[in-house]
């Protein structure tokens, strides 16, 4: 067995000190390792040959779950099991219980799942992946036709730069909490940043407000243990003793920390950041990577529609009558009308591999309806799916004609066997937003 120095003065332990210990120390180690299902199901299913960042992201996002979605209830059954756990623990506990050294391992376990949560995040902030530069359909989508939390994220996504100083904060607490020297320094970086993370979930009716409290939780943990001295020294102006407790690693074998810790950083910071700057090169992760019908980017004004051959005049009021169409790079088409839209409320943060689980585009939009679509080249014509789950059995089939490079007639059948045919009229628009990333903001832009 190893040896431990304690040179903390005044080290001895309170009875009611030791009970709160047992529970808070049983609290989050519940709370830290893994110990359900999901979390190895996740890591099994991972092909370590060829991992992509997704994969570290969902490791690194493990919570416990007892019913099912992030829910404070989760945190009431851990508290439950704690509780339970510190009473058996208070009728067997022994005298000679270093409690030193087990403040000290709990505190390195919290603090490295602290850290593998806000780096995981930092550096899909870093590489501004987590807030996309706008699409064409969103820019063309009136703003109250958007939720609270995707405004909130369509107002990150046009300042890059600051979405990737953000990430540069979250990575720099991240790695200050991989010493326990620079641990509590950490936390003053963590606090009011996850503090602001969570303040904005509430506000914005956003869905991790659960999961970034947790990690406010943890770094409050962490500060606590140097908190008391820091207020004493600094607000009371009173001396503060330093807690001094080391251990000591004598036996060969305990240097696998070393080797621990150097995997830890290489497969959370090297290669996850590594990772993620190749996606970040590839394309963002919300929309999908599926050309789309070349040179035809753009929005389009529906000039002429009918419906079972009966010319349907512009109306913003009609629910039939097509008011414009968005063809993004990616093969999305999204058109706008007067016909209502359920709304997708997914408001949590998702890195889907398949570009059919990619509901960003039109997640929180009740502006537009959004079509997945096939190509056929030679056939000249579309398959599109309604890409929304609310509406999952609505398809359109369509020919399409390039009239020239501004002029597109679609000819076909809707889902009802209605025959539709519109005529779309590309309009030359600018948007700031693009324009700006080209000659800087600080230059003389005209639109």
């Known amino acids: 067995m190893a040896n431990h120095l304690n040179l903390e003065i005044n080290s001895d332990w309170t009875k009611t000190e030791k009970l709160l210990f047992r529970f808070f120390s049983l609290y989050f180690l519940i709370q830290v390792l893994p110990l359900d299902g999901r979390f190895f199901k996740n890591l099994f299913s991972i092909n370590w040959l060829s991992i992509c960042y ?28 704690a509780g339970i756990g510190s009473v058996i623990w208070t009728l067997r506990d022994k005298e000679d219980t270093d409690y030193d050294k087990l403040y000290y391992w709990l505190r390195v376990a919290v603090r490295y799942r602290l850290a593998i949560g806000v780096i995981a995040y930092g550096f899909i902030k870093l590489f501004p992946l987590q807030a996309p530069l706008p699409s064409i359909s969103n820019l063309n989508t009136n703003y109250g036709d958007f939720t609270a939390w995707k405004l909130f994220s369509l107002g990150l996504e046009v300042v890059p730069n600051y979405q990737s100083f953000l990430g540069a904060v979250e990575i720099v607490g991240g790695l200050l909490l991989l010493n326990r020297k620079t641990a509590t320094i950490g936390t003053l970086i963590i606090i009011p940043f996850t503090g ?10 956003g869905g991790e407000y659960v999961y970034s409290f947790y990690l406010i939780t943890l770094a409050l943990f962490i500060f606590a243990y ?30 696998a920390r070393l080797a621990l810790k150097t995997a830890f950083v290489f497969f959370f910071v090297v290669l996850y950041g590594y990772k993620t700057y190749a996606g970040y090169k590839e394309g963002p992760y919300q929309f999908p990577t599926k050309a789309g019908l070349p040179k035809t980017e753009g929005v389009y004004n529906v000039s002429e529609f009918k419906v079972n051959n009966t010319v349907v005049p512009y109306s913003k009021t009609d629910s039939t009558r097509w008011q414009d169409v968005v063809f993004e790079k990616w093969n999305t088409i999204s058109i706008r009308s007067n016909r209502p ?17 990619r509901d960003y585009e039109f997640a929180g939009s009740q502006g537009r309806h959004y079509y997945s679509y096939e190509v056929d080249a030679a056939k000249k014509t579309l398959s599109l799916k309604n890409r929304n789950g609310n509406y999952a059995g609505e398809t359109l089939n369509l020919d399409f004609t390039q009239l020239n490079d501004s002029t597109i007639v679609l000819n076909g059948i809707n889902e009802r066997k209605d025959s539709v045919y519109a005529v779309l009229n ?3 628009k600018k948007y700031l937003t693009f324009e700006a990333q080209k000659t800087g903001r600080r230059r003389g832009l005209k639109l």
Do not use: C
Request: proline share 5%; hydrophobic share 40%; glycine share 4%.
């Open 196 to 205: 602001n993370v969570f303040i904005s979930n509430i506000a914005y009716e």
């Open 226 to 255: 140097d908190g008391l001295r820091l207020f004493t020294l600094f607000s009371l102006e009173q001396p503060a003793v330093p807690n001094r407790f080391h251990p000591l690693f004598s036996e060969k074998w305990q240097k």
């Open 341 to 357: 839209v359920k709304l997708d409320l997914t408001n949590t943060e998702e890195i889907h591999g398949n570009d059919a689980d």
């Open 54 to 81: 997704r994969d570290l992201f969902y490791l690194s996002r493990y919570s416990p779950s007892f019913v099912g979605n992030d829910s404070f209830i989760n945190w009431l059954i851990v508290a439950i099991i």
């Open 426 to 428: 590309k309009i030359n």
